[in-house]
């Protein structure tokens, strides 16, 4: 009888022990889930801060005055007025670029305008200022690469500057339009640009259909991730774009110089 006590004992200790240690084991797993999504969580919170950051560098950044002066020299048809227009668009679309980060409907940001890719074109040539100002407003280089570089369909490229345009611009400003419609494409027509990328109402609801099919592929997990760039394509105009890659925004490859989300040539950019 003594034996049988004895043995029971054993095994209600080792129950015991085995409970405790399951007990502990979970525990431990618990607080590893809990630490987890607490770190998942401040990452977020930190990301999101930090393009809230940038996306206020990039709404007050103050152009460089040879810039614009040597802009201005070129396209001796525009006004002062105009050529500030011309920079407010780049500023849309370095913006543009930078939502692109957060969320994207297409490998790449398509640059619809001529007058505003000219302007980027003079910008990187200033290359002190333009690595400054891409440090600070992605994080990295954007890239500008030829359009035949790229391998999202223009279309497609336009229709995810569209997306980005049509987000709510982080802070309290909203996005320069002409009417409805986004300054960075309504901006070749409004300045008569020369052999300029003109966006009418047909063109703009085809890229609203593409942008639709586009986030719909998206939900469904067909979609591509954030970035910029742009290729030629069928039915729209633009002058190439930005593609992702890099961890602060993306890029594809190609000649040029930008960062955080493009790439270019004809238009576009891309971060190292």
Same mark, same amino acid.
């Given at each position: 009888?003594?034996?049988?006590?004895?043995?029971?004992?054993?095994?209600?200790?080792?129950?015991?022990?085995?409970?405790?240690?399951?007990?502990?084991?979970?525990?431990?797993?618990?607080?590893?889930?809990?630490?987890?999504?607490?770190?998942?969580?401040?990452?977020?919170?930190?990301?999101?801060?930090?393009?809230?950051?940038?996306?206020?560098?990039?709404?007050?950044?103050?152009?460089?005055?040879?810039?614009?002066?040597?802009?201005?020299?070129?396209?001796?048809?525009?006004?002062?007025?105009?050529?500030?227009?011309?920079?407010?668009?780049?500023?849309?679309?370095?913006?543009?670029?930078?939502?692109?980060?957060?969320?994207?409907?297409?490998?790449?940001?398509?640059?619809?305008?001529?007058?505003?890719?000219?302007?980027?074109?003079?910008?990187?040539?200033?290359?002190?200022?333009?690595?400054?100002?891409?440090?600070?407003?992605?994080?990295?280089?954007?890239?500008?690469?030829?359009?035949?570089?790229?391998?999202?369909?223009?279309?497609?490229?336009?229709?995810?500057?569209?997306?980005?345009?049509?987000?709510?611009?982080?802070?309290?400003?909203?996005?320069?339009?002409?009417?409805?419609?986004?300054?960075?494409?309504?901006?070749?027509?409004?300045?008569?640009?020369?052999?300029?990328?003109?966006?009418?109402?047909?063109?703009?609801?085809?890229?609203?259909?593409?942008?639709?099919?586009?986030?719909?592929?998206?939900?469904? $997990?067909?979609?591509? #991730? @954030? /970035?910029? +760039? =742009?290729?030629? &394509?069928? !039915?729209?105009? *633009? %002058?190439?774009?930005?593609?992702?890659?890099?961890?602060?925004?993306?890029?594809? $490859?190609?000649?040029? #110089? @930008? /960062?955080? +989300? =493009?790439?270019? &040539?004809? !238009?576009?950019? *891309? %971060?190292?």
């Amino acid at each position: 009888m003594a034996v049988k006590d004895n043995n029971k004992n054993k095994n209600e200790n080792k129950n015991k022990t085995q409970e405790k240690t399951m007990f502990a084991i979970v525990s431990i797993f618990a607080v590893l889930i809990v630490l987890f999504a607490s770190l998942f969580w401040l990452s977020r919170h930190l990301q999101g801060q930090q393009r809230a950051q940038r996306a206020r560098f990039i709404a007050a950044y103050r152009f460089p005055a040879a810039l614009m002066r040597k802009y201005s020299e070129a396209h001796p048809s525009l006004g002062l007025l105009e050529v500030r227009k011309v920079f407010e668009g780049l500023r849309q679309y370095f913006l543009a670029c930078l939502a692109a980060q957060r969320g994207s409907i297409a490998p790449s940001v398509g640059m619809p305008s001529r007058a505003v890719d000219d302007a980027w074109h003079d910008f990187i040539l200033m290359t002190r200022d333009y690595q400054a100002f891409c440090r600070q407003a992605f994080g990295s280089y954007l890239h500008h690469a030829p359009e035949g570089v790229m391998a999202t369909p223009m279309r497609d490229a336009l229709a995810n500057t569209l997306h980005q345009l049509r987000k709510p611009l982080p802070g309290a400003a909203a996005w320069a339009t002409v009417g409805a419609v986004p300054l960075l494409f309504a901006m070749d027509r409004e300045l008569r640009v020369e052999d300029g990328y003109l966006h009418d109402e047909e063109t703009l609801a085809s890229l609203e259909t593409a942008r639709d099919s586009l986030e719909r592929k998206g939900r469904d $997990g067909s979609g591509a #991730g @954030g /970035g910029c +760039g =742009g290729s030629a &394509g069928s !039915g729209s105009s *633009g %002058s190439g774009g930005c593609c992702s890659g890099a961890s602060s925004g993306g890029c594809c $490859g190609g000649g040029g #110089g @930008g /960062g955080g +989300g =493009g790439c270019g &040539g004809g !238009g576009g950019c *891309g %971060s190292d």
